[in-house]
């Protein structure tokens, strides 16, 4: 060994190892940047995807609800509608149409006609903190707006978090 180091015509010095390894760490420690951050946004997308499908659940029950529930019970009663949102919204059957629901989730629905004449939304009195995102998923229905004359519309939930990574 005492040659390779004393030697004028090595082509490897010592101080050259150095400077291999520091870029071998260097690139492992990059290298983990990268794979941690790939599993962070699949952590991320996974976690969308499941919301999404809990906010597309909640729609589809709110759309066979039998609080909405018109003349027949593929349609939606605008008047019922009527009835929950808005500032003259009826706390207490309010209240029952939420209190289906789990308390920690927190959502609004959304229900318009398709061509955007007639609008609803209906949602609990507002939280104290402010949501940090939301994810939405949307259900055709029918909706009864008087006893002779029905309109094809939509219902969405919008299912709000406060924190995603929670």
């Known amino acids: ?3 390779f180091t004393n030697d004028d015509r ?3 010095e010592p101080q050259n190892d150095i400077f ?3 870029l071998l760490v260097l690139g492992f420690v990059v290298f983990a940047c990268v794979a941690s951050k790939a599993y962070i946004a699949h952590q991320d997308s996974a976690f969308a995807l499941e919301s999404y ?3 597309s659940l909640i729609a589809q029950n709110i759309a066979h609800s039998q609080m909405l529930q018109g003349s027949r019970q593929d349609l ?3 008047e019922k509608l009527d009835a929950l949102s808005g ?4 706390i207490h059957a309010l209240s029952l149409f939420f209190d ?3 308390p920690n989730v927190r959502f609004q629905v959304d229900v318009s006609t398709e061509d955007g004449e007639h609008i609803w939304y ?3 009195p507002a939280s104290s903190t402010p949501p940090m995102g939301q994810i939405a998923a949307s259900v055709p229905v029918t909706l009864e707006l008087n006893p002779v004359q029905q309109v094809p519309g939509t219902l969405t939930v919008k299912l709000f978090k406060d924190r995603w990574n929670s």
């Open 10 to 12: 090595a082509i490897l």
């Open 1 to 3: 060994m005492y040659w």
């Open 87 to 90: 500032q003259q919204a009826d």
């Open 20 to 22: 291999a390894t520091a």
């Open 76 to 78: 939606i009663s605008a």
């Open 122 to 124: 209906i949602h609990k």
């Open 53 to 55: 499908e809990q906010a």
């Open 100 to 102: 289906v629901f789990s």
